[in-house]
């Protein structure tokens, strides 16, 4: 055993041998050298997220609106980035995009042409409507295309009845 391995041993060292986290309780592995379980450390990350936001002020900025409208998420990332006072780690926890993928992007060794990643990026931005449009937005927030008068999807009516009515 090496030093190094010796003494995080035991530092880690409690009586018993049993180790818990520090918010469930549950046993933590003897690999695990945080005072939380995985889970409660991804639960800890998530709400972090949230002190953080994009500022209005930075959605306002013609730069902003171009390379949007561009769609050159790299440079729009690193604009508000920038607008915005963020960090990078700052932006993954926001998008849930990984820091190195936004630093490839923002360099221009990656490109962000998955749809699914895109509605990442601006959902977790928060980026105005009216800004985006309804195509790149999540799903749960456009009206569904085909409602009938009284805002509810018609099913099960054949081309026939249709015809008739």
């Known amino acids: 055993m090496s030093v190094m391995t010796l003494r995080t041993a035991e530092a880690l060292a409690v ?4 180790r818990r986290c520090e918010r469930c309780g549950c046993r933590l592995s003897r690999y695990n ?3 939380h379980c995985s889970a409660c450390s991804r639960r800890e990350w998530g709400e972090s997220a949230r002190l953080f936001s ?3 002020h930075v959605w306002e900025s013609e730069e902003v609106q171009r390379f949007l409208m561009e769609r050159d998420f790299g440079t729009l990332c690193l604009l508000i980035r920038r607008l915005g006072s963020l960090r990078q780690e700052d932006m993954a926890r926001l998008t ?3 820091q190195p993928f936004l630093s490839m992007l923002e360099a221009g060794v990656r490109k962000l042409t998955n749809i699914d990643k895109i509605v990442r990026l601006l959902d977790g931005l928060e980026v105005p409507l009216q800004l985006t449009g309804p195509m790149l937005r999540a799903s749960g927030e456009t009206p ?5 008068p009284d805002g ?3 099913r099960g009516e054949s081309s026939q ?5």
């Not at 569904?144 to 009938?148: I, Q, S």
């Not at 009845?161 to 009515?165: E, F, Q």
């Open 152 to 154: 509810l999807l018609v």
């Open 15 to 18: 009586p018993g041998g049993v």
């Open 33 to 35: 050298s945080a005072r």
């Open 96 to 98: 849930g995009l990984s």
């Open 54 to 56: 994009v500022p209005q």
């Open 144 to 148: 569904p295309r085909c409602a009938g």
């Open 161 to 165: 009845s249709n015809r008739a009515k």
